[in-house]
């Protein structure tokens, strides 16, 4: 039970502090928002391309700003040390991984619900059920980038070259849930059933249960010294 | 109780911790009993930041043994209780600036598994000279303030060894005579271990003085007797040789 | 350190298969009847790819074995396998492009196993220059144990995840008209697969033997610095 108290604990430190500097909310917000906006206007996407389109943009415009929160919930805990802080209370040190999980993906969750209807305007497209639901397919993937992410941002935030180093290992290594998502929000824009791409929600929720169960076994190696 | 009441608090045999391939500590030995207050000197990168961290559990030996409170800190021993019992107040105050006093006070209590009401918090920000300031975001605090909020923060749990990383530094002389104060009266019935050059501040609450130098402990005697100037000049025992030539071998130019 | 008895049978039997192997793929096996010679490429093409996985496999493995018993020689082998799969992936990836070019006229297919290696490749990268920006010998081991563990977990989702991407996989490999590989072909893939197996294993005890000389050499001139350090400069009494 103390487990689940210290990785509430975590994350309800992070959307407190968030809340009160709301430093990351507006980067994340404009960066995406500019990936979008690059998008427009590379590709001349219209109404039927959204279909084709928006699936594979919006997941790089949200893997693209989910970088950037992953490097500021890192680089928060390297400034005055703070997560010396952590590391010396006794708790598991996994607990604090799944905190700083689950406060990235809600600030992620935060993003999609005013970039979703964002892009939907931009590129013409009709606000439905489905247009929710893959908002919602988006954020079972983004789970599953969290927990590699915040796995890897915990080592290459503590290097000089982690502006590079994050999304090198991070990428590749999320290859299953980045074809998952466009797979996913593919066909729902699409109108697909949902027989047509169960396959890719559950090969999903695989990987985040996966990652997240080696994520929690690996991580005091990350964070150790 | 673990490891009997007659255990040290702390036992350091032949430790050595290596940085980027520099041995930080290259061999320290050490015993400190339940209740000493050691006030660690050394020049600074003689290794008393390493020599802390290690002590706090926070930077493993790459050679030697820890005992901690009698029980092994490599495998075997239960890291989570021996955390539980230490208390690290750092260079830095691990402060989380845009909360405030009280949130940061839960945050780490809860760390801890405590949960403090209103009045717990209050009477710790009390005993630390910060009354009435629970609500005040963090980046509001002065540096001092921030340092005994810090205090607050190590005492909460009750820790019974107490590591202190240049708890002086950036005060100013009143502000480093509160907090001695606070120290001389919180430190009772603990294990201190200081690190400091401010060697007039400290020398009161210690009982013993080690230096370290070259990541070894070269000096290690009781402080009864022994004067501020005294200690002083073990501290710059420690100190390496200025540079044989340079323009700064002789301090700096006066104008 | 010189190269135990193990290596030199290694590297006795690697000299003496290689050219057994490079005879078999050039003169005995047969031309592919669509393909022509270019088609030969092959016996060097899908080796380095199993050496390429072998090596990621073999990195993640000891990997796991270095962070339950921290023992430098471990590590030492973990960066090693990695090395190596990163080679031989590379070899991989050039060698695909030239067999595809003359043949269907793209130099990237896109076909499954070719884009699962390249993202083998940027794994095995991502674990090279992990490695370089830690600090020092034992966070580079952990943080390597870590990426290791994680890519090779990895590998098969993204095989599967690419799998599923293309839809159905054009059946690349199976060549020589109807249903599977020329027996003569066969031979000489395995005996292929075989000399690469023993050309990896020399190659992995030559590169761990250098690490461990590496390591030695680091902690010589280590005690070197000591010594001049308390030598040089002996603790001033009383200056300033």
Partial sequence: MSYLRVVGLVAAKDLRTELRSREQAVSLLVFALLILVVF???????????????????????TFSGVLALNHAFRIEREQD??????????????????????????????????????????????????????????????GFAAVGTLFAAVTTATRRSEMLLPLLLFPAAVPIALAAVRTTGHLLAGRPFERF?????????????FLAVAVLLFDFAIDE | MTGGASAPAVRLARVVRH?????????????????????????????????????????RPTAGDYL?????????????????????????????????????????????????????????????????????????YSRGMQQRLALARVLLHRPDLLLLDEPFTGLDREGAGRLRALLKRHAAGRTLILATHDVAEALPLATRV?????????????????????????????SPAPAAAGPWAAGPPTA | MMPGMLERLLLLA??????????????????????????????????????????????????????????????????????????FCTIVLVTGPIWARPIWGVWWTGEVRLTSTLVLWLILVGYLLLRQSAADREQAARWGAIAAIVGALDMPIIYKSVEWWRGLHPKVLKISGGGGLDPVM?????????????????????????????EEAESLARAVDRRAATAGGAPAGGVS
């Fill in chain 1, 82 to 143: 703070r997560i010396d802080g952590i590391l010396s209370a006794p708790i598991d040190r996994s607990a604090f991984y799944l905190g700083k999980v689950l406060s990235t993906v809600i600030f992620m969750a935060a993003v999609e619900v005013v970039l979703v209807p964002l892009a939907a305007i931009l590129f013409n497209r009709a606000f439905d059920g489905r247009l929710a639901l893959t908002a919602a397919a988006l954020l079972l993937n983004l789970v």
């Fill in chain 1, 40 to 62: 427009h206007f590379a590709f001349d996407v219209t109404v039927p391309d959204f279909t084709a389109f928006g699936p594979g943009m919006l997941w790089v415009a949200f």
């Fill in chain 2, 19 to 59: 940085y980027g391939g520099v041995a930080a500590l290259d061999g320290v030995n050490l015993t400190v009993a339940a209740g000493e207050s050691i006030l660690l000197l050394g020049a600074n990168g003689a290794g008393k930041t390493t020599l802390l961290r290690v002590l706090a559990l926070l930077a």
């Fill in chain 2, 68 to 140: 901690l409170f009698g029980e092994p800190t490599r495998r075997g021993g239960d890291r989570l209780e021996q955390r539980r019992r230490l208390g690290f107040l750092a260079h830095q105050s691990w402060l989380y600036e845009h909360l405030t006093a009280e949130e940061n006070l839960r945050f780490h209590a809860g760390l801890h598994g405590l949960r403090p009401d209103g009045a717990a918090i209050e009477a710790a920000l009390d005993a630390v000279g910060l009354p009435g300031r629970r609500a005040d975001p963090v980046r509001t």
């Fill in chain 1, 198 to 210: 169960a396959h890719w929600v559950w090969l999903s929720v695989a990987y985040d249960l996966i």
């Fill in chain 2, 210 to 238: 080690v230096v370290l130098a070259g990541g070894r402990l070269v000096a290690d005697r009781p402080t009864a007797g022994l004067t501020v100037a005294g200690v002083e000049a073990l501290d710059r025992q420690g």
């Fill in chain 3, 14 to 87: 690697a000299t003496l298969l290689i050219p057994v192997a490079i005879r078999m793929a050039f003169v005995l096996a047969p031309t592919e009847g669509k393909m022509g010679e270019v088609q030969r490429i092959f016996y060097f093409h899908v080796p380095s790819a199993e050496m390429a996985f072998l090596g990621v496999g073999l990195s993640a493995l000891f990997s796991v074995v270095y962070l339950y018993g921290r023992r430098r020689l471990v590590d030492v082998m973990a960066e090693a396998a990695a090395e190596l799969g990163c080679l």
């Fill in chain 3, 186 to 214: 066969g031979q000489a893939l395995l005996v292929s697969s075989l000399a690469f197996l023993l050309l990896f294993a020399v190659l992995f005890m030559a590169r761990v033997r250098l690490g461990l000389l590496e």
